[in-house]
């Protein structure tokens, strides 16, 4: 995806939206350690929406209206597009245009926080031109006074991860700067994220079969299961696509393998892992790709995600984008496609 045009928002006006959605999450971020307060004395109800893993509690609807009401507040022309409201309804149009808008996951990882299992990130992402421009992802339950991701996507913005509070230092991402080659041999020796997700139907072709497929494949050793055994460091399964997203941003993880979810649920992810200088593509390879085209990006509504870290030139003088694509590639052959439709 490529940079958004400088013309349209300048990177004052960037870091003005940036910084808005950075105290309003953690604002957000408040109420919900509230409710897990709540949730210590009283057992807090839960709605099902598709399915029995796919829950929405009061305190998603509590959060996506603080994050809705300050960001319109402020910005009343821009166009807001929440999981909350959106699912609320029966529509599951891409609705993504042009302009301003805003596109924001109030619990990212309802499940986690139900369990409180402490990966559930509040994830507000800010797209022009359907780009992802500025992502603020916030995980109120890890670390002291939470955790906050944050990026502008523009050649002076940056990303950052803070984990002291609005005033305490920022430190840069990717964590290790410049940050490592991919492994020689990738997927060998990487950390993989990826998820189980929410359609449960049990048979040989469902996207739950051919998932848990392409984890054992991924996981298993180097000429195995026909060659296709990836030998990776370790697979690694979250339970909120956000989080995988900001973990392989701050290379702490190298690839994250993720289809089922939703624009909001990876919008402010893409935006970081993108100024790090990551990659996301869709997890299917396109049908008429041939071995020397270029990868194009992913479609932020298409609902499949295959994301790399960013990496430096290797020893052998290989670029960064030439190792990513490469490992792309090499994922690929590795995994089944999946089908996950969505109307357009
Ligand atoms: C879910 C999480 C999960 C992914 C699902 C998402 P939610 O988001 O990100 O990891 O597998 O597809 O829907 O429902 O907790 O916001």
């Not at 302009?99 to 402490?118: C, K």
């Amino acid at each position: 995806m490529a940079m958004p045009d400088d013309d349209k928002f300048t990177l004052a006006e960037l870091q003005k939206l940036h910084d808005l959605a950075c105290s309003v999450a953690r604002i957000a971020g408040a109420y919900l350690r509230e409710d897990q307060l709540r949730r210590r004395r009283v057992a807090l109800a839960t709605r099902e929406k598709l399915n029995s893993v796919d829950l929405v509690t009061a305190a998603d609807e509590g959060v996506e209206k603080i994050i809705r009401d300050a960001i319109l507040k402020e910005y009343p022309n821009h166009a807001f597009i929440g999981e909350e409201s959106y699912s609320a309804g029966e529509e599951k149009r891409f609705l993504l245009k042009d302009g301003p808008t805003w596109i924001v996951d109030p619990i990212d990882g309802t499940v986690n926080m139900v369990h409180m299992f402490p990966m559930t990130a509040i994830s507000i992402g800010f797209c022009l031109d359907s780009i992802p421009t500025v992502g603020v992802v916030f995980a109120p339950f890890l670390g002291g006074e939470g955790t906050l991701y944050s990026a502008i996507r523009h050649p002076s913005g940056g990303a950052w991860l803070s984990e002291f509070g609005t005033d305490g230092p920022r430190t840069p991402l990717p964590l290790v700067s410049p940050p490592p080659p991919l492994p020689i041999d990738a997927p060998k020796g990487c950390l993989f994220f990826g998820e189980y997700g929410k359609d449960r139907r049990d048979h040989p072709e469902s996207n739950l079969s051919k998932k848990a497929a392409n984890f054992v494949n991924m996981a298993t050793e180097t000429g195995g299961r026909g060659g296709k055994g990836g030998m990776v460091h370790g697979i690694r399964s979250l339970g909120s696509s956000t989080m995988d997203m900001v973990y392989v941003a701050s290379g702490q993880g190298d690839i994250m393998f993720e289809a089922g979810c939703w624009e909001w649920d990876v919008c402010a992810g893409i935006a970081i892992l993108l100024q790090t200088g990551g990659i996301v593509v869709d997890s299917n390879p396109p049908a008429d790709l041939t071995d020397t085209d270029p990868i194009p990006m992913a479609n932020l509504g298409g609902r499949r995600y295959l994301a790399i870290r960013a990496c430096s030139e290797d020893a052998g003088g290989r670029s960064p984008r030439l190792q990513q694509e490469r490992l792309v590639r090499e994922v690929w052959k590795r995994t089944e496609r999946l089908d996950y439709q969505r109307p357009m």
